[in-house]
Structures are given as structure tokens and as C-alpha cells.
């Protein structure tokens, strides 16, 4: 962008709410990020940080549980996310690129008789004002390293779970958010789900806002996949609406994995973080824990989420089971949920296409129709005696439970064909927007595109022709990924 243009600026919008926007003259104009957006090495700190919340009070024992993921591969995996949260606003979604830029990033977890410290080495300056650690970052960073213990020494390493099986799959996943401190019991139902896409365009973003200021005038909470973009927006508008109904406590609950903790790092509205082992997991904590959904207009990662959403309720077991879901999005973003009902028509059927409202451009009535789901909610956990704050009666198959990892060998033994159950259809084509995400942004994704070329995806024309039309629908409207100097590559291939 020519320089003299600042001048001319209207309004600039705060680059970590979307995609860089700028008001020139009256006019919204998009402009491409250059390197002056990505994280610069120079300028580093060094300091050492406390914990807070549910690290300050520790026995030895848990200290040195503490101490024993500061070795090997779990000291990575913490270095990993822990880079991701200091990160924070950062415009690129290139989880290579921002690890390279700060390859000398370390942080070493420090014993001490009162607990334990951080000792962080050239981290981004941005996390930092006046020398000391953004408390909001510094919340983030330490639930980062809670989770991360918690899961390898509780989870993976006790023996307590088979994660083999569906119901020890589900415990373990009830004991992270538990150890997370997101469980409330005795509240009534007022948690709501949204999902939507880091790379959406201002009026987008902006009507993410709008919906979640609506439902926090309503007493409803906002539970999200804790990014930029439509998982920001109806924080920030909820949060608004909270002050203005002097609601302290509310709850911003920001769900992610260490995959994509990179390319979509906890937005500063977030107050409870959890980092759950894997996408899997991640989907089935959002429908244990939230009381309705809502998706906004999105890329391939919110795909993946209504895939795995429709294909759950499809399930037989769960008949008599629905989650509150609608659709929405400005009136710009018809022709995108437009596209999306063909796809699950085409591929799913009717029954699918019963599972969801779609409400276009009006976010009071959005809010209206989620608070009154509540109302129903509340009375079916009440008849079924299912916790207000987990819900357990929900069937979520072991198909759709197990990791699934991205290759060029799995993505091209996708079974995509109507040889099956309609859930188990939506089980296989969630993977395929997975295999996506993990080969636009997650950083083994990328580099496994790198090697050996795109992934190669087989299935029967007429189930990979709608898939083909909304991906090139999301390429062409820029949904892959946030945008950048060069155009978008592909990481699959359609084969039909």
C-alpha cells in the first residue's frame, strides 16, 4: 500500500479482527499483507513470569510433573503453543513462517520451593507493555502448559483411559475441561457454540459482533474455537453487551488443539483457554459443553464442523437428540450458506438439511431464537436427568472419535461413497476439510504438501462435484487462508 495513503485513512481497523481493512474516501478496499505484517525477530524479550490461576498453589509432587514436561518431546510441543499464544495478533496463518521467525523463541519452566516459574528467551514484543507480560497472554500461556501436562501425564501416560474405546474417549475429554475449570455445576443452560472462519472480510466480522452482542444482552456466553475472525467476533460483541448488563462473570470459553494453535491464536477476549489433544476431541468438547450452535460464514474448517455436527445428529441413536444449530451471516453471505445447503443436501439428503435454521442479516433474531431454544434445553436435561454442563446422553460414535491423520496415503483411502450411513458419509467428508485444514496451516500439513505435492482425493462424482464447487467457491472468495502476497495454492486434488 503506497505510503501517502495513510493520510487519506478514515478509520483503520484493528488488524487482529479480520482480514486488513482499510475506509479510503468512504470505500472499503482490501489490501494484501506484505512482510511488514509478519512477526520481526529484532526487538525480542527476556524475562521470567509467575503463574496464576490454577498453577499458583502446587505440591512438589505436581511441581515436578511440571518439571518432567520441560524434556524431550513434550518440551517442544510446549514451546509450540506456547510461541502461538505470545503470537497473538499476528496477521499470518502460516504456522511455519512464524516458527521460523522466532527458531531462537525458548521458554524453560524453573522449580522452585514455592512452585514454578517461566524463563522466557526472545519472545515476540507484542505480548509485552512496559516490560512486564500482558495478564490475559500470561493466562493463556499458563493454561497452555496446564493442559498439556494434564493430558500427557493424566491421559496418555496414567493408563486410566482406553482411548481405544468410545466412552473412555469421552471421559477423557470430560476430565480435561474439568481439570480446565469450564464445568459449572447447577447453571442452567446459557452457553452458545459459534464457529466461523479467521479469514472472513470486515462486514463479515462485523456481524459476528452484532450476533454475540445480542446474546450477551440475553445472559447467553460465548464458546468458540478461541481464534481471530469468527471466533473474536461474538466475544467482543457479548463482552460489550455483558458491561452494559453488568453480568462480571462472563464467560469466554476459547477451545483449540496444538495443530492449529499456530494459525489461530486465542484471541485477547478469551478468559477460560482450553487445549484439548486433538481435532477430535476439540469437536467433542464443543457439543458436550455448548447448549446451541451457531456457524457463521466460514472456510473449510467450519465444513469440517458442520459435517461433523450433521453427521452426529444423524446418527440413529440419536433421534430423539438435537442441539439448537442455525446458519448465519449478513446479507452478503447468503449465496456462501446457499452453497453450503447444497452440499449437504447433495451429499447428506433432506433428513440433513432438517437439522438447521438458516437466518440471514438479522442478529436479534438470531439471539431470540437461541435464548428460547434454552428454555427447551433445559427441559429435556431436566427430563432426562442429563447434567446441565456436560452432556452425556449424546451418542458421539467411535468413528468419529478417533484422531485422524492427515496423509497422502489416508486422504486417499477416503471411502466417499453412498455404500454407507448417511453419518458415516459425513464421518468420511469431515476428514477430507480436515486433510484441507491440515494442508493449508498446520505446520506438518504444509510441509508434507511441500514434499510430495497436493493430496490426491477419490470419491464418486456425484458427491465429489458439490465438494469440488464449494471449494473452488472458497478459493475464489479468499476462505482458504488469510491473504497473502502470493495466490493460493491448492493443497488437494480432486479425482473423480
Not at 86 to 102: K, P, V
Not at 116 to 129: C, E, G, K, T
Request: glycine fraction near 8%; charge should be negative; charged fraction near 20%.
Amino acid at each position: 500500500m503506497p505510503q501517502g495513503c495513510w493520510n487519506n485513512c478514515e478509520n483503520l481497523v484493528d488488524t487482529d479482527d479480520a482480514k486488513p481493512w482499510v475506509i479510503l474516501s468512504g470505500h472499503t478496499t482490501s489490501f494484501q499483507p506484505t512482510n511488514l505484517y509478519l512477526p520481526m525477530q529484532s526487538h525480542t524479550i527476556n524475562l521470567e513470569v509467575g503463574p496464576t490461576g490454577s498453577l499458583e498453589m502446587l505440591s512438589q509432587f505436581e511441581v515436578s510433573q511440571l518439571h518432567e514436561a520441560d524434556r524431550g518431546a513434550d518440551h517442544e510441543l510446549f514451546r509450540r503453543c506456547a510461541l502461538a499464544v505470545l503470537n497473538s495478533g499476528s496477521l499470518s496463518d502460516d504456522a511455519e513462517t512464524i516458527f521460523q521467525s522466532y527458531k531462537d523463541f525458548e521458554i524453560r519452566i524453573l522449580q522452585r520451593a514455592r512452585g514454578i516459574r517461566l524463563a522466557i528467551a526472545n519472545a515476540p514484543p507484542d505480548a509485552f507493555v512496559g516490560g512486564h507480560m500482558i495478564t490475559g497472554i500470561k493466562d493463556h500461556l499458563f493454561a497452555v502448559l496446564r493442559d498439556i501436562v494434564f493430558i500427557k501425564t493424566e491421559i496418555e501416560r496414567s493408563h486410566k483411559f482406553d482411548l481405544g474405546k468410545s466412552a473412555s474417549i469421552t471421559d477423557a475429554v470430560f476430565h480435561i475441561v474439568r481439570n480446565a475449570r469450564v464445568l459449572q455445576a447447577g447453571r442452567p443452560p446459557d452457553l452458545v457454540v459459534c464457529w466461523g472462519g479467521h479469514s472472513i472480510d470486515r462486514l463479515e466480522y462485523d456481524y459476528t459482533k452484532d450476533v454475540g452482542y445480542e446474546l450477551g444482552l440475553r445472559s447467553l456466553h460465548i464458546c468458540t474455537g478461541c481464534g481471530p475472525g469468527a471466533m473474536k467476533g461474538p466475544m467482543k460483541g457479548a463482552a460489550i453487551a455483558h458491561a452494559k448488563q453488568r453480568i462480571p462473570d462472563g464467560r469466554y470459553i476459547g477451545m483449540t488443539e496444538p495443530g492449529i494453535i499456530a494459525a489461530e491464536p486465542p484471541n485477547p477476549i478469551v478468559n477460560h483457554l482450553v487445549i484439548m489433544p486433538d481435532i477430535e476431541k476439540r469437536l467433542e468438547a464443543f457439543v458436550r459443553l455448548g447448549h446451541g450452535i451457531i456457524v457463521f460464514p466460514g472456510g473449510v474448517g467450519t465444513t469440517e464442523e458442520i459435517l461433523f455436527l450433521t453427521g452426529l445428529l444423524l446418527h440413529p441413536k440419536n433421534q430423539n437428540h438435537r442441539i439448537p444449530l442455525i446458519f448465519t451471516g449478513p446479507r452478503q453471505s447468503k449465496a456462501y450458506f446457499e452453497q453450503i445447503d447444497r452440499l449437504i443436501g447433495a451429499t447428506l439428503g433432506d433428513e440433513a438439511k432438517g437439522l438447521y435454521k438458516v437466518i440471514i442479516d438479522d442478529p436479534a433474531g438470531v439471539a431470540r431464537s437461541m435464548a428460547a431454544s434454552m428454555d427447551d434445553v433445559l427441559r429435556i436435561r431436566r427430563d432426562t436427568e442429563d447434567a446441565y454442563y456436560f452432556n452425556w446422553l449424546l451418542h458421539v460414535p467411535e468413528e468419529m472419535q478417533q484422531p485422524f491423520e492427515p496423509t497422502h496415503e489416508t486422504m486417499a483411502a477416503l471411502q466417499l461413497n453412498r455404500d454407507q450411513p448417511p453419518y458415516l458419509l459425513a464421518a468420511q467428508l469431515r476428514r477430507v476439510f480436515s486433510g484441507i485444514v491440515a494442508g493449508n496451516v498446520k505446520e506438518n500439513g504444509v510441509r508434507a504438501i511441500k514434499e510430495n505435492g497436493p493430496f490426491k482425493i477419490n470419491g464418486d462424482p456425484a458427491i465429489m462435484k458439490p465438494v469440488d464447487e464449494l471449494l473452488q467457491a472458497f478459493v475464489d472468495q479468499q476462505r482458504m487462508k488469510l491473504p497473502g502476497p502470493a495466490a493460493y495454492r491448492p493443497c488437494y486434488e480432486l479425482v473423480m
